[in-house]
């Protein structure tokens, strides 16, 4: 079992920065794989990133590659989304999730969090 909490989320004016932190629960942190997903409003859930577990795997979407960086930080069992230039259509809300396997799809994750709201104003 792993829970997830993320954090981080905000308002942000187009071609700023903010940085979403997931903590993980759990001892077996490393073993999971993470990701972050997007729901924008009126739109199904999308990936964004992911991470496999030693950190040297990593995919990006493609609407988001060279602007975003995943992350993740066994010590603190946290994964992280550096995101900058943003643009209003990265409006969503931001989920972390865990899955046994390195995936680009939702079905993959076992374990999502509650998710951060980040809206980016033009």
């Known amino acids: 079992q792993v829970q997830l909490v993320e954090s981080g989320g905000g308002l942000v004016q187009t071609g700023g920065s903010l940085r979403l932190s997931c903590a993980a629960s759990?001892?077996?942190?490393?073993?999971?794989?993470m990701g972050w997903f997007r729901r924008a409003p009126g739109k199904e859930r999308e990936f964004t990133a992911a991470?496999?577990?030693?950190?040297?795997?990593?995919y990006y979407a493609d609407s988001v590659k060279g602007r975003f960086t995943i992350s993740r930080d066994s010590a603190k069992n946290t994964v992280y989304l550096q995101m900058n230039s943003l643009k209003p259509e990265d409006t969503a809300v931001y989920y972390c999730?865990?899955?046994?396997?390195?995936?680009?799809?939702?079905?993959?994750?076992?374990?999502w969090g509650q998710g951060t709201q980040v809206t980016v104003s033009s």
């Open positions: 759990g001892r077996t942190f490393s073993s999971y794989r």
């Open positions: 991470i496999s577990g030693s950190g040297s795997i990593i």
């Open positions: 999730a865990a899955s046994p396997s390195l995936g680009v799809h939702s079905r993959d994750y076992d374990y």
